[in-house]
Structure formats: C-alpha cells, structure tokens
C-alpha cells in the first residue's frame, strides 16, 4: 500500500529528480497527508521544465490545495 511505498521511496536519495518527488505526492495523497502531499508535488514542479508534466503536476497542487498554479490545467467536473 502507500504506506510501504512511502517507506521504500523516502529512504532514496533522488531530491534533484522530479519523479521522485511527484512518486512521494502521489503516495501522500493517498494516505490522506494533502499538505505534504502538495508541498511534494511542488518540489517535483519546481524541478521539470516539461510543459506535459508541469500542467498535471500543477493540478495535483491545485486540486491539494484549491490554490491554482500558472501551471495547473483547467479544473473539470
């Protein structure tokens, strides 16, 4: 579960990779810790030049915190 995840993922020494951060968001998110969750997807924001990534990273934040980013897709639904 996310729980084990988080203990197998947070060990790593991966802070400069975006992927890693935005893996530690995800499992965050679901164990229910949104303001870790979001400060994590803002690490993994700040260190992707890539407009795909920065769009869906940017919408995790804003659905976390109901704060949009510049980089947050639209809101749907």
Do not use: M
Not at 40 to 60: I, K, V
Request: glycine share 12%; proline share 4%; no cysteine.
């Amino acid at each position: 579960g996310p729980a084990a995840g988080l203990g197998l993922v947070d060990p790593l020494d991966l802070d400069d990779y975006h992927l890693w951060h935005a893996a530690r968001g995800d499992l965050l998110a679901r164990l229910g810790r949104d303001d870790e969750a979001a400060a994590a997807f803002t690490a993994a924001l700040a260190r992707t030049g890539n407009a795909a990534e920065r769009s869906l990273l940017g919408a995790r934040v804003a659905a976390l915190t109901g704060v949009a980013t510049d980089d947050a897709a639209p809101a749907t639904g």
